[in-house]
T-cell receptor
Framework: DTGVSQNPRHKITKRGQNVTFRCDPISEHNRLYWYRQTLGQGPEFLTYFQNEAQLEKSRLLSDRFSAERPKGSFSTLEIQRTEQGDSAMYLC???????????????FGPGTRLTVL | GQQLNQSPQSMFIQEGEDVSMNCTSSSIFNTWLWYKQDPGEGPVLLIALYKAGELTSNGRLTAQFGITRKDSFLNISASIPSDVGIYFCAGPPLTGGGADGLTFGKGTHLIIQP
């Protein structure tokens, strides 16, 4: 399977705990995005990387959230001191390098569903 | 920021019927994207539109980039059970060099009754 993969698929945690999610993009894609999706809404952009550099963060990404992509391949998203409002599906997407393929065709992974009790 | 408004919010149709949904924005988009999301999965790109007035087909799906660049339409002909899901319109912001995250609408939930 050469698509975007995410682990775990489901995570249940208690309020105040820290959680970490992992995303493995399609191997030749140098851009990686994180989105959050709550029930009944479309995905909302959180942050993106070009190779290992984090180039943009949305206002949704509070200081309890941190994302890394240390070697420009897989990425992790950590949420510290989780709150009930953090319950959502966290989606990862990746794209081909600039100039190749169609503009902004982001390929999404299956997501990690987080439930904070 | 930019917002996308999709309508209808949900559709209940009979198998074999044609479906039409739309997406509007108060600001201009240079690219319109239509995604489909199945339960428990990430969105999958269906059609991408890059030019005002463009009409593009993908099998039974047809989408159009509105001439004002503020709207887009998606039509599905002769619906089948596997068309069930949530359809999202999306677009990248005009600023930021084109690499920024996408803005998504809230989706149109398509339900097909056999």
């Amino acid at each position: 399977d050469t698509g975007v993969s995410q682990n775990p698929r489901h995570k249940i945690t208690k309020r105040g705990q820290n959680v970490t999610f992992r995303c493995d993009p399609i191997s030749e894609h140098n851009r990686l995005y994180w989105y959050r999706q709550t029930l009944g809404q479309g995905p909302e952009f959180l942050t993106y990387f070009q190779n290992e550099a984090q180039l943009e963060k949305s206002r949704l990404l509070s200081d309890r959230f941190s994302a890394e992509r240390p070697k420009g391949s897989f990425s992790t998203l950590e949420i510290q001191r989780t709150e009930q409002g953090d319950s959502a599906m966290y989606l990862c997407a990746s794209t081909t390098p600039p100039g190749q393929g169609s503009y902004n065709e982001q390929f999404f992974g299956p997501g990690t569903r987080l439930t904070v009790l | 920021g930019q917002q996308l408004n999709q309508s209808p919010q949900s559709m209940f149709i009979q198998e074999g019927e044609d479906v039409s949904m739309n997406c509007t924005s108060s600001s201009i988009f240079n690219t319109w994207l239509w995604y489909k999301q199945d339960p428990g999965e990430g969105p999958v790109l269906l059609i991408a539109l890059y030019k005002a007035g463009e009409l593009t087909s993908n099998g039974r799906l047809t989408a159009q980039f509105g001439i004002t660049r503020k709207d887009s339409f998606l039509n599905i002909s002769a619906s089948i059970p596997s068309d069930v899901g949530i359809y999202f319109c999306a677009g990248p912001p005009l600023t930021g060099g084109g690499a920024d995250g996408l803005t998504f609408g809230k989706g149109t939930h398509l339900i097909i009754q056999p």
